[in-house]
Structure formats: C-alpha cells, structure tokens
C-alpha cells in the first residue's frame, strides 16, 4: 500500500495513514487503501479488532483539497467508492474499532473517528469541520456529529468552522480519554488487549445489536439483540467460556 501502513499481529489489525507529509489527507487512493485494510480484517479471522492512528502530528484533515479539486475538472473514475460508500461500510462494521488520534483530527479524518467504538486522543488533538471556510459542506458533520452532541455545539463548530479542543471534546464525550503523546499507543494497545481477551463472536454480537437496533424500539430491539445472543450462545467460544467458568481456568478462544 502506497499511503497507508497495515499489519495484523496478535489478533489485532493496526491501520496507520501515511502521508504525514499531507497531515494524512485523504485523496482517493488513500481511501481505496482504507477500504482495502478495513476489507480484510473483516475477513480475516486472525484480526479480531481494529486500532487505527495516523502517522506524524495528524489523525487526519480529512480530504485532499487539492486532489478533491483536480478531481472535479476531471471527474471521477468508473466504480470508484466515495467517502459516502467508506462511511455507510464502516457503520455497519461489527468487529471493534480503536481511533488512536495523535493529533489534528478534522472533516473526513473526523467521521473515520466517529465510526471508531472507542477514541483515546492526545491533549494537542483539535476536531473540526471547516468545510464552510473552503465553500463545501460537511457529510460526516451533519449526518454524524449531530448524533453525538448537542444539537447547538454541533451547529456551532459546523457554521463557524471553528476548531474543538481535546478537553472540549472529551466534556461533550467525543471521546473517551485524554493522554499525552507518549501515553497514546500505550493506552490504545492496553484497551484493545482487554478486549482481546474476550470472546470475540460475543464482543462482535454487542456491536451488531447496537448498530442493527439504532432507529428501532425497544421491542425491535429486544428482538434482533435476542437473535443475535442465541447465536452467539451456540458457538465453540460460549462452550468453552462456561467450561472454563466451572473449571476455574482462563478461556481459550477460538473464534468460533
């Protein structure tokens, strides 16, 4: 892969953008690759969850402007999947995501973090939606941001264009936790070692209840969480986790 390192070790995928050079701007190889890496930890049974960072001082800015405005002279080319396409995947993704955000996390680079499960940032980290600086909108703003916090804070950072602190968003819960550089990949690696160490089909089933049961009521809900739980419940790992409970002894996952 040309602007995007990825390596599965230990059960865990790790999606670093690199193009530290562009603040990991997204242009349209970058996100092919970003398909291409998120596509198979999906299928691979080795990669049980996803952490993904940036490499350098920024997560992402989110799209290559520059790239973005080559593009719209000459148009797309056939069957190329948009950020639209990248977004809707990654909301139905069930295995867990990790954003590692080591610095600048703003637009584009911003609705990758959202349809993260769980965002450690560290304490220089900035969020923002400036589309309206560069007369574009927003997609991942609106559609996602919104969701997330205050109707009158989202409103806010997408009219003026104006930038969120690391503390700001971790008071309005963007965000899960505040560190400092030197803590980030540490405290990234010790959350998804936690969850490592669980069954993954029944850490997985939670996802897919949550993401499948959004929109619905608690009646649906009830009924696709309940279909999921009996199918995890007859799997190998359910088996072994109640066998290891009566025996005392650490489980042994297999996956299955």
């Given amino acids: 892969m040309e602007f995007l390192i990825y390596e599965v070790k230990d059960r865990i995928a790790r999606i670093t953008l690199n193009r530290p050079d562009k603040l990991n701007a997204i242009n349209n190889q970058l996100r092919a690759e970003l398909f291409e890496a998120f596509e198979d930890a999906e299928r691979n049974p080795d990669a049980w969850l996803v952490i993904i960072t940036g490499m350098g001082r920024s997560f992402s800015v989110g799209h290559d402007l520059v790239s973005m405005a080559a593009r719209a002279i000459a148009g797309g080319g056939p069957g190329e999947r948009t950020t639209d396409d990248l977004y809707l995947y990654l909301s139905q993704y069930y295995k867990p995501i990790i954003a590692a955000i080591n610095?600048?996390?703003?637009?584009?680079?911003?609705?990758?973090?959202?349809?993260?499960?769980?965002?450690?940032?560290?304490?220089?980290?900035?969020?923002?939606w400036p589309q309206v600086k560069r007369g574009i909108s927003s997609m991942s703003g609106p559609?996602?941001?919104?969701?997330?916090?205050?109707?009158?804070?989202?409103?806010?950072?997408?009219?003026?264009?104006?930038?969120?602190?690391?503390?700001?968003?971790?008071?309005?819960?963007?965000?899960?936790?505040?560190?400092?550089?030197?803590?980030?990949?540490?405290?990234?690696?010790?959350?998804?070692t936690k969850i490592r160490d669980n069954a993954p089909l029944a850490v997985r089933g939670i996802k897919e209840a949550t993401l499948r049961g959004r929109g619905h009521d608690l009646g649906e809900r009830l009924k696709i969480g309940r279909a999921i739980a009996n199918r995890v419940e007859v799997s190998k790992d359910a088996k072994e986790g109640l066998a290891a409970f009566a025996e005392k002894r650490k489980p042994a996952w297999v996956g299955e």
Avoid at 104 to 128: E, K, M, P, T, Y
């Fill in 143 to 192: 559609c996602m941001l919104t969701e997330q916090v205050p109707h009158h804070v989202a409103m806010e950072l997408l009219m003026t264009g104006d930038f969120m602190t690391a503390e700001q968003a971790l008071h309005y819960q963007l965000i899960n936790r505040v560190v400092s550089v030197e803590e980030l990949m540490p405290t990234v690696e010790a959350i998804a």
């Fill in 103 to 128: 610095g600048l996390c703003l637009a584009q680079g911003a609705g990758l973090a959202l349809l993260s499960d769980i965002r450690v940032a560290v304490d220089s980290a900035q969020f923002g």
